[in-house]
């Protein structure tokens, strides 16, 4: 069955950082693109961050590029991403997805998501 | 970026209706747009894939239709399930977007 996990989540202060992780099981780790999605509260969804199955393509929503940074390991089934700079407006439930494949950039698999809030 | 609206933001139906959601893209996108679903608390859940493709797993009664700049999704045959908020996706650039969602509220 295919699984992904995050954890991470928590309360920082603006200006933070804090460091997201998606445990993956059940598939080919190696073999998907991954990606970020979050959702504030009430909200709708918003992209954040995409990284190809061997870390070669990365992108980044404007609303974070040059403050978060998505990796993996696929070694250990596992996604990251770091971010940085954190402001209130990336209070969010952050979701890890895993894409259909490679042509198929949409999101298949879905984790239940973890909380980030920036606060004071 | 690619913009995509949803219309309407709300609709209320009954049990056995019929209901249309509309997502336009601000530029041409092919087929290349997925719709969800989403219950609250939960994670998204894919339903339609290359504006018209139907996820193993979904209740035919659900289809999808459009290309280009206009799509729809159809439910045939509204069902309790199926109360929830339905967001469109473009993934014809590397910088996704999604709708900004439609609630399908019981009348």
């Known amino acids: 069955e295919v699984q992904v996990v995050e954890s991470g989540g928590g309360l920082v202060k603006p200006g933070g950082s804090l460091r997201l992780s998606c445990a993956a099981s059940?598939?080919?780790?190696?073999?998907?693109?991954m990606n970020w999605v979050r959702q504030a509260s009430g909200k709708g969804l918003e992209w954040v961050s995409s990284?190809?199955?061997?870390?070669?393509?990365?992108y980044y929503a404007d609303s974070v590029k040059g403050r978060f940074t998505i990796s993996r390991d696929n070694a250990k089934n596992s996604l990251y991403l770091q971010m940085n700079s954190l402001r209130a407006e990336d209070t969010a439930v952050y979701y890890c997805a895993r894409d259909r494949g490679v042509g198929d950039t949409f999101s298949d698999y879905w984790g239940q998501g973890t909380l980030v809030t920036v606060s004071s | 970026d690619i913009q995509m609206t949803q219309s309407p933001s709300t609709l209320s139906a009954s049990v056995g209706d019929r209901v249309t959601i509309t997502c336009r893209a601000s530029?041409?996108?092919?087929?290349?747009l997925a719709w969800y679903q989403q219950k609250p608390g939960k994670a998204p859940k894919l339903l339609i894939y290359?504006?018209?493709s139907l996820e193993s797993g979904v209740p035919s009664r659900f289809s999808g239709s459009g290309s280009g700049t206009e799509f729809t999704l159809t439910i045939s045959s509204l069902q309790p399930d199926d109360f929830a908020t339905y967001y469109c996706q473009q993934y014809n650039s590397y910088s996704r977007t999604f709708g900004q969602g439609t609630k399908v509220e019981i009348k």
């Open positions: 990284i190809s199955s061997s870390s070669s393509y990365i």
């Open positions: 290359k504006a018209s």
């Open positions: 530029q041409s996108i092919s087929t290349w």
């Open positions: 059940g598939f080919t780790f190696s073999s998907y693109s």
